[in-house]
Structures are given as structure tokens and as C-alpha cells.
């Protein structure tokens, strides 16, 4: 009989860390698949023949691909505990805003900071600086983006934490400095069991990562 709930995951992979965690959110029980980024698979590649990445989460057999859709999957099959997103379809939107511009600001400008050199690589830290300052600005001073509700902004976030010491390692600044209330939320976010158990806490062993994978691209 298949296993009803499968994650094809890779350890360092911020967005397996947030499928991850909407899981353990939802209590849901399910087998985790490691997988190998530099010799895929070839069940990743059936379930996911299109972009043949990580997270893949197959539920009866079925694949569902990218972090942020399978979010919403696991919100919207498993409504029996913890919801992730907004009732109120503004505060939905909302949310789907700011998990979006993740996406499109945070992981790329990291990207660049270890693949990239001299201008390229100064512009990047700007833009991920001012990034994370307007994320600051959408946190406010309420404990998680949802307000008192740990929810899909948070989950979509949170992963990168496990790399604010290559960040700053890399990008020859303070997170501290620069974000200081990022850095108070990302702490607080960690305290959670959910979180705890689902992203990688030690900095150090996901700079170490971030090193590996410099050496593979070729990146000196």
C-alpha cells in the first residue's frame, strides 16, 4: 500500500524546511524522502519531471510541487487544526503578497551574495538589506507577520534563518545590525517546536552548505 504522505526533501533546502514545518503544524505523520541535489533521484524526477527540484510532497500517490502551493495544499486538505492562512480573503491576499515577495527578493539577492562578485555581489547585499528592512516594516511590532497567529509569511521566512551567518559571513555585515527586529522574530519563531524540529538551527553547519555548494558551481 502507498505511503499516504511522502516529502521528497533535501536537508538545506529552505523551502523543504517550510513544508516541513506546515506539516508538523498540522500533526500530519508522514515519510521523509532525503534526497541527493547533485544526483537526483529518478522518483524526483518522475514526480517532478518539469523543474526536477525539491519540495515534492506526494499525498496517494499524487506529486504537488513548489513550497509555497504546497502550503496551501496542507491548509486546505488538513482544515482540522492550525490554520496557516487568514480567514478574511484581504488578509489571505495579504499573505500570499508577502510569502510571494519572499520568493522574489530574499532568495534571489541570497543567491547572488555567494554566487556573485565585487559590484554584483555589493548590489545583492544592499538589495537583501533593503529587503529585509521592508519585511520589517510589514512585522511591525506584533510577535509573527499574522499578528498573534504563526502563519503562512512566518513559514515562508523563517528557513532563512538557518542562513543569517553565511549572510553575514559572505556579505561582510551584521543581521543584527542592519534587522534587528528580523533577528528578535526569527528567534522567537525558533522557539517553536514546529520550527525547532523542521530548520536547521545550527548556522554554522548551513554555512558549511553554502561553502559546499560555492565549490560544486565553481564559485572561489
Not at 500530519?28 to 518522475?46: A, G
Not at 553575514?168 to 543584527?176: K, N, V
Not at 524540529?197 to 558551481?217: C, G, I, N, P, T
Request: aromatic fraction near 14%; hydrophobic fraction near 45%; include cysteine.
Amino acid at each position: 500500500m502507498a505511503e499516504e504522505v511522502v516529502l521528497l526533501g533535501f536537508w538545506a533546502s529552505p523551502f523543504a524546511m517550510r513544508v516541513k514545518i506546515a506539516l508538523a503544524e498540522k500533526e500530519i505523520d508522514y515519510v521523509s524522502r532525503e534526497q541527493n541535489l547533485f544526483n537526483k533521484s529518478s522518483l524526483l524526477l518522475e514526480m517532478n519531471p518539469v523543474y526536477k527540484k525539491v519540495p515534492v510532497l506526494i499525498h496517494e500517490g499524487k506529486p504537488i510541487c513548489e513550497s509555497l502551493i504546497i502550503i496551501e495544499y496542507i491548509d486546505e486538505v488538513w482544515k482540522h487544526k492550525a490554520p496557516l492562512f487568514p480567514s478574511d480573503p484581504c488578509e489571505r491576499a495579504h499573505a500570499r503578497f508577502w510569502a510571494d515577495y519572499v520568493d522574489k527578493h530574499i532568495f534571489p539577492n541570497a543567491r547572488l551574495l555567494w554566487a556573485a562578485k565585487g559590484e554584483r555581489q555589493e548590489a545583492a547585499k544592499k538589495s537583501l538589506i533593503e529587503s529585509f528592512k521592508a519585511l520589517e516594516g510589514e512585522l511591525g511590532d506584533k510577535p509573527y507577520f499574522g499578528g498573534e497567529s504563526f502563519g503562512l509569511i512566518d513559514i515562508a521566512l523563517i528557513p532563512f534563518f538557518s542562513f543569517f551567518y553565511a549572510f553575514e559571513t559572505l556579505g561582510r555585515f551584521s543581521m543584527e545590525e542592519e534587522c534587528p527586529e528580523i533577528v528578535a522574530w526569527a528567534k522567537r519563531c525558533s522557539q517553536r517546536e514546529t520550527v525547532s524540529k523542521s530548520v536547521v538551527l545550527d548556522q554554522h553547519k548551513a554555512y558549511e552548505f553554502v561553502l559546499e555548494l560555492m565549490a560544486w558551481h565553481g564559485v572561489k
